[in-house]
C-alpha cells in the first residue's frame, strides 16, 4: 500500500513539474490564444547553446507553473527549430537559443536578452506578470504622476466592469511604450467621471498640449488599443545606441534625420512632415531621428560631416540612400515619394541606371579617368574618401549605394544569444 501511494505520488509530481511544454504547429495558436502571458526557448538540438540551457530552461518551468498555477496565466513553452521549422521561419529565429515574449497572442518587440539562469529568467516573468497601471485612489494622484511622461488615463465605475477589463488589457500590451494610469472609484473622482466611463490621453507637460478624450467605444478592444498605440507610440522617435538593437528587431528600413543635438527646429519640421506625409506608411518605415555628434559612423560612410547636419537618410539594412535636400521634404510630397521609392526599389534602380544626361556625364568622366594615366586606383581612392561619396557613387556609377551601418546593430545571424552568466 506505500509503495503504491509513494509510486502515485511520484507519478504525480512527474505530471505536474515536467519542464517546459513542448510546442508545435498543432498546438501553438491555442496556446497563445488562451493564455495571458507565453514565453518560449527556441531551441536546436545540434546547438551547444541550446544543450547548455534546456535543463535550466525546464527549472525554470517548474518553478513558474509552482508559482502560478492560475489557468491562462502563464505558460513556459519551447519549440524544438529543427522538426519545428515553418514555427521559427514565421517568428524569424534564426540564432539558438532565442527567447521570444507574447503577451496576449502578441510577439512583444524585444527578445529577452538578460542572463539564462533560473533566477533571472522567473524575475523576468515576476515583472511581467505585474499589472504595470497606476492605481488611482484620490484626485491627489493625478497630481503626483511624472509630468515627464505621457499616460492614458482612465475612470471606470469598478473593475469588475467590461470597460475596465479592455482598459488593463491593452494597458498590458502597450506597458512598453506608455504610461497607464486608472481610478475605480467613482465617488471619489465625479468631477473627473461625471457620468459614464472617461478615457483621455495626457501628454508631458513639455509639449504644452491638452488633454485629449477618447470618443470612440472603450469596450471595442481593436479601436481603443488603436487609438491608444497612436497616442503612445510616436510617429519619430530618437534612436541612441542603447535602443537601436531593439528598433532593429522591428524589421523595418529606418529614416532617420541626423541632426545637431541642440538643433531642435529641424526635428520639429520633420516630425510635422512624417505626421502630414507618412501616417499610412508606418507600417513600412520607423521614422526616427539622431544626435549625429553620436552616430558619425553613419555620416563618415556617406561622405558627410558635422558640418553637413541636418541630414535625411533611409537606411534599408542593406544599403543607405540620402535624401536630397533635407529643405525640400515639405515640398510637393516629396518625403513620401522617397519612402514610396525605397520600396519599389527605385532609389537602388536609380543608383545604378541613372538618367540619359547623367550617362552622358559619366562616360565623359570616365573618358578622362582613363586617359589620366597618372591616376592609379588607390589615389582614386583617396579622392573620394575626401569627397561626398554618396555623390561621387551616384554621378559616376562606379558601385553600389554606401551598405547598411544600423544591421551591424542587429544580431548577427551566426551570433548565440546565450550569455555568459552560465
Not at 502571458?37 to 513558474?64: E, G, H, T
Not at 479592455?166 to 467621471?193: M, P, Q, T, W, Y
Not at 544599403?319 to 514610396?340: A, C, E, R, Y
Amino acid at each position: 500500500m506505500y509503495l503504491f501511494k509513494l509510486n502515485l505520488f511520484l507519478s504525480f509530481v512527474c505530471y505536474v513539474w515536467s519542464g517546459a511544454i513542448q510546442i508545435t504547429s498543432s498546438n501553438i495558436d491555442s496556446i497563445l490564444s488562451s493564455n495571458e502571458l507565453v514565453f518560449i526557448n527556441f531551441y536546436a538540438n545540434w546547438c551547444r547553446f541550446s544543450q547548455m540551457l534546456n535543463p535550466i530552461y525546464d527549472q525554470f518551468a517548474d518553478k513558474v507553473t509552482k508559482q502560478y498555477p492560475q489557468q491562462g496565466l502563464v505558460v513556459i513553452g519551447k519549440v524544438d527549430c529543427d522538426s519545428q521549422s515553418s514555427i521559427s521561419t514565421k517568428y524569424h529565429v534564426n540564432k539558438y537559443p532565442t527567447l521570444k515574449f507574447y503577451r496576449h497572442g502578441i510577439m512583444t518587440k524585444r527578445e529577452y536578452r538578460g542572463a539564462r539562469q533560473v533566477e533571472p529568467l522567473f524575475e523576468f516573468i515576476r515583472q511581467q506578470v505585474e499589472s504595470s497601471m497606476i492605481k488611482l485612489s484620490t484626485p491627489n494622484d493625478l497630481l503626483t504622476l511624472d509630468k515627464k511622461k505621457h499616460y492614458v488615463i482612465g475612470h471606470f465605475d469598478s473593475d469588475t466592469a467590461e470597460n475596465y477589463q479592455i482598459f488593463s488589457k491593452v494597458a498590458s500590451l502597450l506597458r512598453e511604450d506608455c504610461h497607464f494610469a486608472g481610478s475605480i472609484n467613482k465617488d471619489e473622482f465625479k468631477n473627473e467621471r461625471p457620468t459614464d466611463d472617461i478615457v483621455y490621453y495626457r501628454s508631458s507637460q513639455s509639449s504644452n498640449e491638452s488633454d485629449q478624450y477618447y470618443t470612440g467605444l472603450i469596450n471595442n478592444q481593436a479601436s481603443f488599443y488603436a487609438w491608444s498605440h497612436e497616442k503612445c507610440i510616436p510617429l519619430v522617435r530618437e534612436i541612441t545606441f542603447e535602443n537601436a538593437e531593439e528598433l532593429t528587431d522591428e524589421g523595418l528600413p529606418f529614416l532617420i534625420l541626423f541632426h545637431h543635438v541642440d538643433d531642435h527646429q529641424s526635428v520639429a519640421l520633420f516630425q510635422r512632415e512624417v505626421a502630414k506625409q507618412l501616417m499610412h506608411e508606418r507600417s513600412g518605415i520607423n521614422c526616427l531621428h539622431a544626435d549625429g555628434a553620436k552616430f558619425s559612423h553613419p555620416l563618415q560612410h556617406l561622405g558627410k560631416k558635422l558640418t553637413d547636419l541636418p541630414l535625411l537618410v533611409i537606411d534599408s539594412f542593406k544599403h543607405m540612400f540620402l535624401f536630397p535636400d533635407i529643405n525640400l521634404i515639405s515640398v510637393d510630397g516629396k518625403l513620401l515619394q522617397f519612402v514610396k521609392d525605397l520600396h519599389s526599389e527605385k532609389l537602388h534602380k536609380d543608383f545604378h541606371q541613372p538618367p540619359k544626361a547623367v550617362q552622358k556625364s559619366v562616360d565623359s568622366k570616365s573618358k578622362n579617368v582613363e586617359s589620366d594615366k597618372s591616376k592609379d586606383l588607390s589615389s582614386i581612392n583617396n579622392d573620394i574618401s575626401g569627397k561626398n561619396a554618396n555623390k561621387f557613387l551616384e554621378v559616376n556609377h562606379v558601385s553600389s549605394p554606401p551598405e547598411s551601418v544600423f544591421i551591424h546593430l542587429s544580431p548577427s545571424r551566426s551570433r548565440y544569444s546565450f550569455r555568459d552568466e552560465l
